[in-house]
């Protein structure tokens, strides 16, 4: 790989690791309406430019390409971009890095090793957000009717109530009827 070819993957590194935050970012803020084919269309771009940069590559032509269903939400496509983006990114990554060394092949485990943490962050990290995305939307209501007789757990319970009807006020009374008076 000659110095020019190098500079260039290294900027469509750049490029890949801002379409990954974007792309995260709608995902995980609940942006999906209009992105998917936004993002798409700046995937498809970025990896036919790296097909340009290293043309006989199977994995760049092949592998990292996105078949997306007719029927499929902006959802789904973010949520296949953001997988398909970091893997093209970890597989460009890796490739400067060999550069560097000067190697064509893994040959040592520092390679596998740093892979592998990659991997193994990315997949923590997403596991992570899709947990606090699914909670989010988890709402718990507790009522408990338990007596006051109780000595022993009823201050407990009495602040179980006072937390609950703070969270849900009782209703306000209705005001008195007016006494019905016979108009002559």
């Known amino acids: 790989m000659d110095e020019q070819t190098s500079v260039a993957l290294t900027r469509l590194a750049l490029a890949l690791r ?53 029927d499929s939400n902006d959802e789904r496509i973010l949520a296949q971009l953001d997988l398909a983006v970091n893997q093209l990114l970890t597989y460009v990554e890796s490739l400067l890095k060999e550069e560097r060394r000067g190697s064509r092949s893994f040959r ?29 939307n988890i709402e718990v209501d507790i009522d408990l009717d338990l007596d006051d007789d109780d000595d022993e757990t009823g201050d407990v319970y009495d602040r179980i109530r006072h937390r609950r009807d703070h ?13 019905e008076t016979d108009i002559i």
Do not use: C
Request: aromatic content about 6%.
């Open 18 to 70: 801002a379409l990954s935050k974007s792309t995260q970012r709608a995902l995980h803020h609940g942006m999906h309406e209009g992105a998917g084919g936004m993002l798409l269309k700046n995937y498809d771009a970025l990896r036919a430019k790296a097909g340009e940069l290293i043309p006989d590559d199977y994995y760049i032509s092949e592998v990292f390409a996105l078949e997306i269903d007719a």
């Open 108 to 136: 040592g485990s520092g390679d596998w090793r740093d892979l592998g943490r990659e991997l193994q962050d990315y997949i923590v990290s997403s596991t992570r957000d899709s947990l606090r995305r699914a909670m989010s």
């Open 167 to 179: 969270l849900h006020p009782p209703e306000p009374p209705l005001p008195p009827k007016p006494p």
